[in-house]
């Protein structure tokens, strides 16, 4: 089992940028798939983007493509979300979370995801 500590939520303006972080320790962390998730109140958890063991692969949302970048350091158990050009619709809590896996195929799918943080708010205003 993975824990996950993510951080660098809170209060931006539209526009603004934000740094998510995600600290892993327990299981190998370089071993597996790391994926960010969101929730807005009353919505469903959606994907964010997704990061292969590497760093070779990665998968975004349509809705954040070109604005959000996903990377980690498996030396440092850590994965990052760079938000950039943030709009109110990115206001959420954000997850990430992991599962085994050395392949380049990442999931999309929350279920496929076995290990999950605490979440950290994200609130972006007009």
């Known amino acids: 089992q993975v824990q996950l500590v993510e951080s660098g939520g809170g209060l931006v303006q539209a526009g603004g940028s934000l740094r998510l972080s995600c600290a892993a320790s327990g299981r190998t962390f370089s071993g597996s798939v790391v994926g960010w998730f969101r929730q807005a109140p009353g919505k469903e958890r959606d994907f964010v983007s997704a990061v292969s063991w590497s760093g070779g692969s990665t998968a975004y949302a349509d809705s954040v493509k070109g604005r959000f970048t996903i990377s980690r350091n498996n030396a440092k158990n850590t994965a990052y979300l760079q938000m950039n050009s943030l709009k109110p619709e990115d206001t959420a809590i954000y997850y990430c979370?992991?599962?085994?896996?050395?392949?380049?195929?990442?999931?999309?799918?929350?279920?496929?995801?076995?290990?999950w943080g605490q979440g950290t708010q994200v609130t972006v205003s007009s």
């Open positions: 979370a992991t599962y085994e896996s050395l392949s380049f195929i990442l999931s999309r799918n929350f279920r496929s995801y076995d290990d």
